[in-house]
């Protein structure tokens, strides 16, 4: 009876994680807020939105004068109009200097710079920063991940540090 009880106890924690876990991946908020510039449809949907490629604008929070533009795979149809579908890992990154590059603070390597959900739970599309020293160059890399398994699928961009 006592393992039970143990057994019990451990289920319930466990879920109570996951739970938790689940709840604040949904509440997170991308570091960066994307603003859509436009879209392409690429399939027609009888039902519900289009399947479309979008566009997105976003500025490095830390980093001045630095701004990327993102392209992603975004589906349609009944699913997709609700919020349920799965968008694929397809996404590229273009990022250039439009102003003069003041690094704000600290920059970390692979600090997350965007993060957008692509499913309703359990996979994002992330934009992380490098910084190659050597070279004086900031490289930004997009990609997809799931909770289990991520897509190899990923796009770079790199905007090397001149005098503005």
């Not at 701004?67 to 799965?86: V, W």
């Not at 934009?127 to 890399?141: F, G, P, S, T």
Request: hydrophobic content about 40%; proline content about 3%; charged content about 25%.
């Amino acid at each position: 009876m006592l393992n039970v009880v143990k057994t019990t106890r451990f289920y319930q924690s466990t879920v109570t994680a996951i739970k938790w876990a689940i709840t604040a991946s949904l509440l997170s908020a991308a570091s960066v807020n994307a603003e859509q510039v436009g879209s392409v449809d690429t399939s027609f949907k009888l039902l519900g939105a289009n399947h479309k490629i979008v566009i997105e604008a976003f500025d490095d929070p830390k980093v001045s004068g630095v701004s990327c533009h993102l392209s992603r795979a975004k589906k349609g149809g009944i699913t997709g109009s609700l919020g349920l579908a799965e968008d694929t890992s397809d996404a590229s990154i273009a990022c250039r200097q439009v102003g003069p590059i003041t690094i704000n603070e600290e920059l970390k390597d692979g600090e997350k710079v965007f993060k957008e959900r692509t499913s309703i739970l359990f996979k994002t599309m992330q934009v992380v920063r490098m910084l190659d020293k050597k070279r004086n160059v900031l490289i930004y890399l997009v990609y997809s991940d799931k909770l289990v398994d991520g897509s190899p699928k990923n796009s770079i961009s790199t905007v090397p540090i001149r005098p503005w």
